[in-house]
């Protein structure tokens, strides 16, 4: 930095001899010094751009992973309101101003300590011109702040508004089944120019801004420039300064002029990243709803007896669920849980690896309450099959080995067999190395349900939850899974949501829920027979059951 | 393959042809774009001549002790300052609003062509793929449009401008900085190949690292369930530690091009002032001549350094365009043909399938030897092992896709010769996922029929049996149904789904296990209301039911991707054992 301040004056000196030639040899010294001066001045640019950089970015990189940490260990209620786009955004947009700031800070306060000694030396060399030069550094510095503050609302809601575009155009991509569906391509094409239109009158409000600051940035030094011509000219005239010094009075100006436009920027920034910090940091200080116990209980091995005492729950939004549902399902036993649409099945599923935690009441594993276990302990002894099949866009072996990573070749083929998806999947050219697509775009559905039931059966849980996780099959396959299992469901306990009586008819007891309430709890055949509403349900009256 | 990709046809390597094809998109923007041209010439000019009238102030005025020419030479500098700073800022106006327009006119270009492509296209591309053609690629179009087209005129200007002011000023010295000058563009060009090399990976890890976040986001209640919170972490940590290397390597290239540029301005302003001082010192130049190099030498360095930032903005920007009419020439293998027609009313609704084949794949054939006929206001089901292809079946009906051999027909035309309309308006078909769009649930409902009035919402919802829920819902109509419908059951989602098919009100009706979520006695009364509101349609009904079967007037079995058997459920039990196999299982469930 010190070399950038000496340059000019060294050219003065030079420009002084010039005019004065007493003494010729010093040009020649001092413009060695010159080269000298920007020799050591470029080392020291080049070590301090790639050392901001490295801290910047490490910086980044590291909050990075920390976010996407988090997020993964955010409960499910949270998700649930959260959006997706909202997430990224934390991840990318807000992160990469914080890392602009961060790379910007060490030259920033470099470029400020050097507008203090610069003009320290421009009023040492000639108080009146000094200040008059001096006066461009408020001026320029106060246009750029200026400039980035009227900016940053607009730049802001240009953000906003381009992930509102990348939502509707993410979305026409994933429902473009039912857009084409309904022939409704116009719909979604008036949804995304609208959007464009709305970025378009951001970004010219952005426009219109830059169109009124940016020339300043060239003006002020240029009136700088002015200034030292008539004030320094009639010094010199005046013989108050030499031409050299009026010379390095110029060359200062022309030196300044880009670090004060950063230097203005920085600080009209600031507050744009001091909010994205501010978002980044609620989002890594809000604490997962459902986290470890202070002081773990260890699951002893045991039957897998499931305990429901009391259970309610209402979602945060205020849709009541459960309400007060107590029930005990044996060690090893397999339980079928029945309800009309909407009755809360899956919700009660969800309960038993803690995905939500129950408003009132408890539910307990072979006596203990869940909230009282090890997270990653619960979830690995509760495998759960979602109603909804997630696959991620890797292999199909990668989707399977999801339920457990150290499973071998082999393991990953039983369960395959098992769900009954072996054989399309040797059917496939890659068999189990085909790359699915996005959500297993290039599966039936049928396909996919299956990989995602190998996918919860591959691993050796005390509890097995199956959430309407054969819906899509059809009647023969589905039976063959039915066959497989029994064996399976042999010396665990088994949760199994359904609405065909055929999946009913192989479980020990089906609990039936309608109205948020356990209606009854029993062998399927008991029910069939004392509880009339169970069968209305099952539609599996009389004529129905005779066909 | 018959679908590989046409894209990449445009290469960066041919900027000319993609500026041509650009140009040619626009359409009202010549005259704009003649107005930005004319502004920042002008402002460009002016600028050239301040160091002129610099060097006027110190040689008449200075050096001769003549005040009033100082003050003169400043009046008249202030003065081209504020042409400049007019012209400046219209050249800055006029340039975005050129740029802007256009983009939106190109956004709405890329995304209807998009909307066009067939249902083969978006089954193959990832949907981040797609997202980012609209979003981050537009977006470096935009960054080109509003920094880089301005800088990138205003100094290319500049850099000519001040080689020939400074070759009219001093020819020797101006050869001498030109020495220089030729090192710094040898040097930028150096920097350009490491930096554009270094950029394009960063730009490739940076998709990686958000492809990788949106999943971990969207599959995070998978990862939870199977613990795999850990392991997820551990993959995204590595490939954002590449995307970090990328950063460091591009962060390498800039740490030492700056540096090196800042060193060549210092010998470039010592090599002029070894001359320049011994021309004054022998009188051959003036000192006013002298500061006037001086100043213009700052104006070649800046915009060098400008310019070859600006030219990673257009490498990007050229590589946006690529992909992006990459995109827009992407064939679309399902398009209205020339003298389509519409079906003629009213709609009679029947549908044939006649020698049909298809494959996904040209090696694997989904669907051989489909002959099917159905009939007006028929309703037929179609049973047959998962993966048979009963959805491809359901999805060639909708002309997702055309059939490789073979004709699909409505009413006897052939959908290829039918407008897209007139088929829409004839069919609907309701998907195995009822995606749901964020929004509310009357958006979702009336998605078929904007501006269908809540009576009529509430009517289809009332025959379904499902007013009542909804009036439950804490908002009703005004319910937020959150990102897919997340807000809501399974089986709700199909409720939803299918009510907004009822809406449609199409001719032709196609459920592809439309219902598999929905318990028995909500599927009965689902049932009731499609016989209700769909009386005298067509429907084809893919289940997985017996029920559903032996409702219809006609089940056709479908193994393998070829017709096994078609008739009615009675027909079929005896004449065809493997229906009589699948009724048995079916039934020894039921019991
Ligand atoms: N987009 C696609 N690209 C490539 N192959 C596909 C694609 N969609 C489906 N397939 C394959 O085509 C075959 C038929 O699939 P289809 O979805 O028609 O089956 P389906 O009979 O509807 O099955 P399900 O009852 O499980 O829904 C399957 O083997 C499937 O893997
Ligand atoms: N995240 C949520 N926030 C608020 N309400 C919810 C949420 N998820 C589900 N609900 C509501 O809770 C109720 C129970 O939902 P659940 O998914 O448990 O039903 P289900 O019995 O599994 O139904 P289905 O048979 O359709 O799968 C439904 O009325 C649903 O609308
Ligand atoms: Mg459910």
Known sequence: MATIITIPYMVGIVIDRAVDPSNPSIVWTVLGGMVLAGSIQAVGISLRRYFGFKLSYRAEADVRNRIFAHIQRMAFSFHDVTSTGELMARASSDLSQLRLILAMLPITLANIVMFLVVSLVLVVIDPVLGLVASLMVPALLFASARFANRVVGYSFDLQQRLSELSHVVEETVSGIEVVKSYGQ?????????????????????????????????????????????????????????????????????????LPLMITGWFFANLPRSAAAASRIDRLLETAPEIRDPRRPVDLKPGPGEIKMENVSFTYPDGTEVLNGVSLTIPGGTSVGIVGGTGAGKSTLAH?????????????????????????????????????????????????IRVGDPMASDEQVRAAARLARAHDFICAMPEGYDTVVGERGATLSGGQRQRVSLARGVVRDPRVLVLDDATSSVDAVVEAEIQEALRQVMSGRTTVIVAHRTSTLAIVDNVAFIEGGELVAFGPHESLLRDVPRYGEVLAATEEGAGL | MKYMSSAGDYRVEQPGRLIVRAARISHGLRWPFIGALSATVTATLVRLLGPLVVRGGIDEGITLGDKSAILAAAGIYVGLLVVQYFATALS????????????????SRVFSRMLRLDMGFFSRSKSGVLVSRMTADIESLQEFA???????????????????????????????????????????????????KAYDRVREQIGRVLATLQEGITGVRVVQAFTQEGSQASTFGRINEQHFDANMAAARAISWYFPVVAFLRVVAVVSALAIGTSRVIDGTMTIGTLVAFLLYLDWFFQPIINLSNVYNLLQSALAALAKLFGLMDEKVEVDERPGAYDLAEPVRGEVGFTSVEFSYDSDVAVLHDIDIAVAQGERVAIVGETGS???????????????????????????????HRSRLEAMALIPQDGFLFSGTLRENLAYAKPGASDDELWEVLSVMGIAQWVRSLPDQLDTEVRERGSRFSAGERQLVALARAFLADPSIIVLDEATSNLDPETEEKVETALATLLAGRTSIVIAHRLRSAERADR???????????????????????RYAELVEVWQRGLA
């Open chain 2, 555 to 577: 089940v056709i079995l479908i193994d393998s991707g070829a017709i096994e058997a078609d008739g009615t459920h009675d027909e079929l039990i005896a004449g065809s054992r």
């Open chain 2, 389 to 419: 292809g009963k959805s491809t079946l359901a999805k060639l009906a909708m002309r997702f896709y055309d059939p490789s051999s073979g004709r699909v027909t409505i009413d006897g035309v052939d959908l290829k010769d039918l407008t």
């Open chain 2, 146 to 196: 509003s920094d880089g087209a301005v800088m990138a005129l205003s100094n290319l200007l500049t850099v000519v401008g001040v080689a020939v002011a400074m070759g009219l000023v001093d020819l020797t010295m101006a050869l001498a900085v030109f020495g220089i000058v030729t090192v710094l563009l040898v040097v930028s060009v150096i920097f350009q190949r490491q930096a554009r």
């Open chain 2, 92 to 107: 800055q106006w006029s340039v975005s609003y050129v740029g802007e327009r256009y983009l939106v006119q190109l956004r």
């Open chain 1, 351 to 399: 309960l038993i690896p803690r995905f939500y935690d129950v408003s009132d009441g408890a539910i307990l594993i072979d006596g203990v309450d869940v909230r009282d276990v090890r997270l990653d302990q619960l979830r690995s002894e509760v495998s759960v099959v979602f109603q909804e099949t997630f696959l991620f866009s890797s292999t199909i072996a990668d989707n």
């Open chain 1, 185 to 257: 391509e116009a719909q979604q094409q008036g949804k995304l120019d609208h959007k464009a239109e709305i970025i378009y009158d951001s970004a010219m409000g952005m426009a219109k801004e830059r169109a009124i600051h940016r020339p300043l940035f060239e003006i002020i030094p240029a009136l700088g420039t002015v200034a030292v011509l008539a004030v320094g000219g009639i010094r010199v005239v005046d013989g108050a300064v030499t031409i050299g010094e009026f010379v390095a009075f110029t060359q200062y100006l022309a030196v300044m002029v």
